[in-house]
């Protein structure tokens, strides 16, 4: 942080400094501009925690323009915005961080569940306590939200019952009942399955089609 604030501070003097020709005077701007950027670069690198989450990603499994889609909406608190990217790069001060990184902790299990270290990982998802609970109402939350989508581009009018944290069962369109969206229900099968209840079928009338949507949240280092 003190090196930003020396190299800002440099800038602003380089930068304050009477130039005669106004084309030397924009050259030197481009000339610091570049300098601090590569300061930036050299103070990054030289931290390693910091971009890990950029150096673990599977550019072949996630899109690099889909992976940071989020930061470009700018719809985030700056603070969120921060506390994601550190929780992104394993920086948030976990048991494990505190035993590995800070040296502050010589035990570096999980609060919860006690077996496994208690890393970012595993506390997003990995954590058999947070399996029973909190891990299935955020996939329910996932599921609410594409399912109002999904009723919103079929044409479905969504009345006062139907929020974003619960999904009526069945819903079709009004046109005749060409689409109908199904939540969570079974499907009756020739063959016994037992997994047999989708999150979501969509099923076209018309075309006599269905297509079934499983959601899942998984890590972004355990897609597969
Ligand atoms: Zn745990």
Redesign the pocket.
């Known amino acids: 942080m003190n090196s930003i604030s020396k190299t800002a501070a440099k800038i602003k003097e380089e930068l304050s400094q009477p130039n005669e020709k106004s084309d030397a005077k924009q050259d030197g701007m481009q000339h610091t501009r570049a300098s601090l950027g590569e300061s930036l670069k050299k103070e990054r690198k030289n931290k390693v925690m910091h971009g890990q989450y950029i150096r673990n990603i599977d550019r072949q499994l996630i899109s690099e323009e889909d992976m940071f889609l989020w930061l470009s909406k700018g719809d985030l608190k700056a603070e969120t915005e921060s506390e994601i990217v550190a929780a992104q790069d394993q920086a948030l001060q976990t048991k494990y961080y505190a035993t590995k990184i800070l040296d502050t902790e010589t035990d570096s299990k999980?609060r919860?569940?006690q077996?496994?270290d208690?890393t970012i990982d595993?506390?997003i998802s990995a954590?058999?306590?947070?399996a029973k609970q909190q891990y299935i109402k955020r996939h329910d939350r996932v599921c609410a939200q594409l399912h109002f989508n999904i009723c919103k581009e079929t044409g479905v009018q969504l009345d006062k019952k139907h929020c974003m944290n619960m999904c009526q069962k069945t819903v079709e369109t009004r046109k005749g009942g060409k689409v109908t969206t199904l939540w969570n229900q079974q499907v009756q099968t020739d063959r016994t399955i037992p997994t047999n209840k989708p999150d979501i079928i969509i099923r076209d009338n018309e075309k006599g089609t269905c297509m079934l949507i499983d959601v899942a949240i998984s890590g972004d280092r355990n897609v597969i």
């Open positions: 999980c919860l569940c077996q496994f208690e595993h506390i954590c058999l306590i947070l």
